[in-house]
């Protein structure tokens, strides 16, 4: 029922751009950086994310599995909040870059996710393994553990941060998880943090995807609020990261749905 509710679609505004004055990339970061930093329906968001985790992780612990449980988390947005690196970056008139990003990571100053550390000693306290998947670098290995355990997150060793190699896609490294544990529950700001079926796909698979899955989604899939970069971005420009900034923002500006 509810991907059924979730494919119907009301008339749709036309696509038209902004006006002339409006830049999006990447000033316009900020204003998500803003939202995540002041307003309580965030908090609120994450908070019942975390909330609802804890309730279908209850449910999961009272079946019977092969093998000892897991989650696996994502770490940027989805438990470390990294909104300072974007105003930073924004106000300057940049956008992400490896340099900027590794010297933000440095300082493991990132404050958490509302409702996160809660949740994860939660699981830890209840026997559940917790596995962090992340992009970032072997580089960022030790901040990022300290960051982490300035928080008191559970299970911030060697073992169970599992950085990026040599793709981006993190599918090996769940499937690395997966013999031994069973994997209960996934936490992510984006869609590829959940399954391979989102990476790398064009705007309108990556939504039919997530419509597919909408049974998932509350259950097994965690989502964390991110408004302020994602594969939802790159997808509007084909992840051709290389594009100009300016470039950039002509096309999501295309995007714009206007009247």
């Known amino acids: 029922m509810l991907a059924a509710l979730a494919a119907c679609k009301t008339g749709q505004p036309a696509v038209g751009h902004a006006p002339a004055n409006t830049a999006l990339v990447p000033q316009g970061a900020a204003w998500a950086a ?22 279908r992780l209850d449910q999961y ?34 956008g992400y870059d490896e340099k900027s990003w590794a010297e933000w990571t440095a300082k493991a100053a990132a404050d958490t996710v509302p409702g996160a550390p809660a949740f994860f000693k939660y699981a830890a306290s209840r ?37 990026k190699t040599t793709t981006s896609g993190k599918e090996p490294r769940r499937q690395q998880v997966l013999q031994q544990y069973d994997i209960v529950m996934l936490f992510g700001d984006n869609l590829s943090d959940f399954s391979a079926i989102f990476d790398k796909q064009p705007t309108t698979a990556r939504n039919a995807a997530a419509l597919h899955a909408a049974a998932d989604f509350g259950s097994r899939f ?14 509007l420009y084909d992840f051709q990261y290389k594009l100009s900034e300016r470039q950039k923002d002509s096309v999501m500006q295309s995007k714009l749905r206007n009247y």
């Open 222 to 235: 965690i989502v964390l609020p991110n408004p302020m970069y994602g594969d939802w971005e790159g997808a």
């Open 61 to 94: 612990l009272a079946q019977s599995h092969g093998k000892p449980l897991a989650v696996v988390t994502d770490i940027d947005e989805t438990v470390l909040d990294n909104s300072p690196y974007t105003v930073h970056q924004a106000l300057n008139k940049k």
């Open 34 to 55: 803003l939202w995540q930093q002041q307003s309580g329906e965030y908090k609120a968001l994450c908070l019942q994310a975390y909330q609802l985790a804890a309730l």
């Open 127 to 163: 026997g559940v393994q917790v596995f962090y998947i992340t992009n970032r670098l072997e580089s960022e290995r030790a901040a990022t553990l300290l960051n982490l355990q300035r928080f008191g997150f559970p299970y911030t060793d060697d073992q169970h941060l599992l950085l």
